[in-house]
């Protein structure tokens, strides 16, 4: 299925984000398995100069294996959009709505996608009083692979309110998103775009031996535990999949996303709640995509492959319906 004549892309990766080790592993893989598949590969490690870089590359299409700002929040996909070059994965509107927790809330709870109550909270009201009853979680409203999450339980080393010098998020952000804490089971379902529409590749339970599914177990081998297909109840399975798929249309998703679930099984079906939608899915060794997609019988090369094919169509049915405005 690889496009013909082969392509020129560029690999666009690393950047300056947290995630920075992670996209450059990510790149590096896709990099790889483009080569095989017999397209002409330029690798960007990105910098602030990378309109200058890609303008004198000229590719065909943009890989974007970038995670975190700037490459996940809009910023690069509008560039990339003023200077008409296609690319992979996710557009600017989404990618923008997708990356900010409270903004996904709005865009799919509505439609009937159960997620997480909670609000938006000023640092500085963290010392004054709990937002939540405890347990609660605080996060980033926008950053990526559970960057700066905190679980705040009754025991929690933190004080009572929570401490100005107490270790944590608080720390690092102006504003943080509090959620009720949801106990249970970590699961995840991918979507890959293909030519029938998307489709769920299945559902990974995430087993951690301690603490949650944070940027460390997420990225250190050995940390987590990943059970594919999980060993959940079919229907629960059939709505992680059906979620997974709905939240990739409503968000206006393209080339992959996962989506990610908290599931109380002593709630049974009304226990399975969506955390959020990830338009950038790592692809590195331990990425849960490339993990679900080798159980659905699609290997890596052949999902990299995928992944162009629809920055190809959406891009090419793009630049159609300008020339027929």
């Known amino acids: 299925m690889t496009a013909k004549p082969p392509l020129h892309i560029?690999?666009?990766?690393?950047?300056?984000?947290?995630?920075?080790?992670?996209?450059?592993?990510?790149?590096?893989?896709?990099?790889?398995a483009l080569e095989m598949n017999g397209h002409r590969v330029t690798q960007v490690d990105m910098g602030r100069d990378v309109a200058v870089r890609l303008a004198e590359i000229k590719p065909d299409v943009v890989f974007n294996a970038l995670h975190g700002v700037p490459g996940e929040d809009g910023s690069v996909q509008g560039m990339l959009d003023l200077m008409g070059i296609p690319y992979t994965h996710s557009g600017l509107a989404t990618s923008v709505i997708a990356?900010?927790?409270?903004?996904?809330k709005q865009a799919l709870i509505p439609h009937g996608i159960?997620?997480?109550?909670g609000r938006i909270v000023p640092v500085a009201e963290l010392f004054e009083r709990d937002p939540l009853p405890r347990p609660y979680v605080l996060k980033p409203v926008?950053?990526?692979s559970s960057v700066g999450v905190a679980i705040v339980t009754e025991d929690s080393n933190v004080g009572n309110p929570i401490a100005r010098d107490a270790a944590g998020p608080w720390q690092e952000f102006d504003e943080l998103l509090a959620e009720p804490f949801i106990k249970g089971r970590e699961l995840t379902t991918a979507v890959?775009?293909?030519?029938?529409?998307?489709?769920?590749?299945?559902?990974t339970e995430l087993i951690i031996e301690h603490g949650f599914y944070d940027y460390e177990h997420k990225y250190t081998e050995g940390r987590t535990?990943?059970?594919?297909p999980a060993k959940i109840p079919p229907e629960i399975a059939a709505l992680c999949e059906e979620y997974a798929i709905r939240a990739h249309q409503l968000l206006g998703c393209h080339g992959a996303s996962r989506t990610d679930y908290r599931w109380d099984d002593e709630a049974g079906e009304n226990g399975l709640f969506v955390l959020e939608t990830n338009t950038q899915p790592g692809m590195t060794p331990l990425s849960l995509v490339p993990e679900q997609a080798r159980h659905a019988d699609i290997g890596y090369?052949?999902?990299?492959?995928?992944?162009?094919?629809?920055?190809?169509?959406?891009?090419?049915?793009?630049s159609a319906a300008k020339e027929t405005a």
């Open 10 to 32: 560029a690999v666009l990766m690393g950047g300056w984000a947290n995630e920075r080790e992670v996209s450059l592993m990510t790149g590096a893989g896709v990099a790889d």
């Open 99 to 104: 990356i900010d927790k409270q903004l996904t």
């Open 114 to 117: 159960p997620m997480p109550g």
């Open 142 to 144: 926008n950053e990526g």
């Open 192 to 203: 890959i775009d293909s030519a029938a529409g998307p489709r769920a590749l299945g559902v």
């Open 225 to 228: 535990q990943h059970v594919c």
């Open 301 to 318: 090369a052949e999902l990299v492959e995928m992944i162009v094919m629809e920055a190809i169509r959406v891009h090419g049915l793009a």
